[in-house]
């Protein structure tokens, strides 16, 4: 039950825009459309079959990474130029656009409480979402576009990466374009079971609510973590055969989530995760700048 009473995402402007009306898996409330979608996404982009084709591709962007890292030893002063496979200002304005969605997706909005607000955008979302998204989409419709042209035109004939198999999955699928009035089905499906649950875990959670899972909360359980601000990578490593496991269902961290709502990229998430991070410490002899001994830990705004 509790499995499919948090399984929805709750209607937010934010989100709203930010997926074009709720055609984003992530951001779609729960029902039919989000199913079709789940099981799409899991079937044709993530599954084991996908994951080993691409393999090489993996093997490519590890090497530019490698590569790039090489060309920032060699010349540090270069500030990441584009030439050493470092970002260019589209990519840089590219990212800062998706932080920029980041900052604000779910955050609190009057106007998702009193809809009549929406047109004074009072804390400002509204608008900040809508021009980064306009940023975000002026460097990567057009990269879209171009690919799907390949493909209309015969020039492309091999799956090379997930936006070739994107494209062809919208061809034979057409899975955004259901017939389904999306938000009145998952509000009426979610009505139907919120409206059986009200006490959980001794909590009265009012019908309705909007239920966070806090990151620093579970991270830093004292009851779970011993010093959990302490710095210590070694805790999750139980013996010294012991492989690291990313996920945690039992939600000991937020790591890939869990239950019906969970990240379906675990695998491809996990491998690239550990593979780019053990090329770089096999590649490199890592130490800190020669000016200091300590590294600021602290987390950074984005
Ligand atoms: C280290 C890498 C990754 C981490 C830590 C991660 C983490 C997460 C978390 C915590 C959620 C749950 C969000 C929520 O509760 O709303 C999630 C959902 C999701 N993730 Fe990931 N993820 C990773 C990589 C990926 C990759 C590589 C893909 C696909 C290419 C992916 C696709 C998705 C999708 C589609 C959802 C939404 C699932 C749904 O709502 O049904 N993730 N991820």
Not at 264 to 269: K, N, Q, S
């Amino acid at each position: 039950m509790q499995g499919t009473v948090f399984d929805s995402r709750p209607e937010a402007i934010s989100a709203q825009i930010t997926s074009d009306g709720y055609l984003t898996l992530a951001l779609s409330p729960s029902g039919d459309q989000w199913t079709k979608m789940r099981m799409v996404m899991r079937s044709g982009v993530l599954s084991n079959a996908v994951f080993q084709r691409l393999h090489e591709k993996r093997l490519e962007e590890a090497d530019h990474l490698v590569r790039y890292v090489y060309k920032q030893c060699k010349n540090p002063d270069s500030n990441g130029r584009m030439a050493d496979g470092g970002a260019g200002v589209e990519e840089r304005e590219h990212v800062d656009g998706l932080f920029a969605i980041l900052s604000c997706l779910y955050g609190f909005a009057i106007a998702d409480f009193l809809p009549w607000l929406v047109v004074l955008d009072l804390d400002g979302h509204k608008k900040k979402i809508t021009n980064a998204i306009k940023n975000v989409r002026r460097y990567q419709d057009p990269e879209i576009k171009k690919r799907i042209g390949m493909w209309e035109k015969g020039l492309k004939s091999e799956e090379d990466d997930i936006l070739d198999l994107l494209i062809n999955l919208k061809k034979s699928v057409e899975w955004a374009l259901a017939e389904i009035d999306i938000l009145a089905k998952a509000s009426e499906e979610l009505d139907r079971v919120v409206a059986k649950i009200q006490w959980l875990c001794g909590y009265f959670i009012p019908k309705g609510s909007q239920v966070l899972l806090s990151r620093p909360g579970l991270g830093r359980n004292p009851r779970v973590w011993d010093e959990p601000l302490r710095f210590r990578p070694k805790r999750h490593v139980h013996d010294e055969d012991s492989v690291v496991v990313l996920t945690d269902p039992e939600l000991h961290m937020l790591s890939f989530s869990t239950g019906r709502r969970g990240c379906p990229g675990v695998v491809l998430g996990s491998t690239l995760s550990t593979m780019l991070l053990a090329r770089l410490i096999q590649c490199f002899a890592w130490r800190p700048p020669l000016s200091t001994n300590t590294i600021d830990l602290a987390e950074s705004e984005k």
